[in-house]
């Protein structure tokens, strides 16, 4: 890369801190007034940087436009489907991936289990919203006045004794998944059915999608499967660098899972 190339694109992240001057860009990038200046011009000329009444420069808005282009044009199915199957190979369990769109929770890929008793979900089919792990991923990451909002709009059919009975037990539920970083649905939708999920993450740290791990408890008690948390983290912590054109981020210690169980036969 070249030299002035490299200093035009350390301005940045240093704009993204906040508005700055251009003594304090030159101090930065350790040039003169006049070199800072020349590639400060060069990047308010492409729109990537805004020059404001103070004289200060932040961030301009076609950056911003870029990002979201490069958002749109991101195949989340695509580059997560490696990673899903990986996971699906080694666990031997059914791996969704679903987002949100208009309201709902759609299912936009799977990788099926390979045991004798398999999931009937399908492929751009709804999720129970009020149940589903990847559904209270995706809806933790909302504005929480967006959140409460859809919230209180929802209805919460009775599927089993463990479904969500209403939306203050939602919105509880959204506040530990939203801190905790995970989620589960323990038989909410079927008594028979527990399933594991994550967060898949773009570069500005918002959830772009939801993945998950399900198996039957003829396969696998809720407890065998909980068990798999540190592989579901890693494999989503994989997808989300992948998304984010990021190197790979170590997932932190969960208390629970101190040290990572070897699976158990199945």
């Given amino acids: 890369m070249s030299q002035s190339v490299d200093r035009a694109l ?14 304090q860009v030159a101090n930065r990038l350790e040039v003169h007034k006049s070199t800072a200046l020349r590639l400060l011009r060069t990047l308010h000329e492409h729109g990537l940087v805004y020059r404001q009444q103070d004289q200060r420069y932040r961030l301009g808005t076609r950056l911003f436009a870029l990002a979201q282009q490069a958002m749109e044009a991101l195949d989340i199915r695509g580059i997560a489907h490696p990673h899903l199957a990986a996971l699906n190979e080694r666990t031997g369990h059914t791996v969704h991936l679903a987002v949100y769109e208009q309201g709902e929770v759609v299912y936009i890929d799977k990788v099926d289990s390979r045991y004798p008793v398999r999931m009937y979900s399908r492929i751009g089919r709804p999720v129970a919203i009020t149940v589903a792990a990847v559904a209270k991923l995706l809806l933790a990451d909302l504005p929480e006045p967006e959140r409460r ?9 009775r599927y089993t004794a463990r479904s969500t009975p209403d939306a203050a037990a939602f919105l509880a539920e959204l506040a530990r998944v939203r801190e905790q970083g995970w989620a589960t649905d323990l038989g909410g939708h079927e008594e028979s059915i527990n399933c594991l999920g994550a967060p898949l993450r773009g570069p500005d740290g918002r959830v772009y999608a ?16 909980l068990r798999l948390r540190p592989q579901v983290l890693r494999t989503a912590a994989a997808i989300s660098a992948e998304l984010s054109g990021a190197a790979p981020v170590s997932v932190p210690n969960d208390p629970a899972t101190a040290h990572e169980h070897k699976e158990r036969p199945v």
Avoid: D
């Fill in 10 to 23: 350390s301005i940045l992240p240093l704009l993204a801190e906040g508005p700055a001057g251009l003594e």
């Fill in 149 to 157: 909002a859809l919230a209180e709009s929802l209805e919460y059919p």
């Fill in 210 to 225: 939801a993945m998950s791990v399900s198996a039957p408890n003829v396969v696998v008690t809720a407890e065998e499967l």
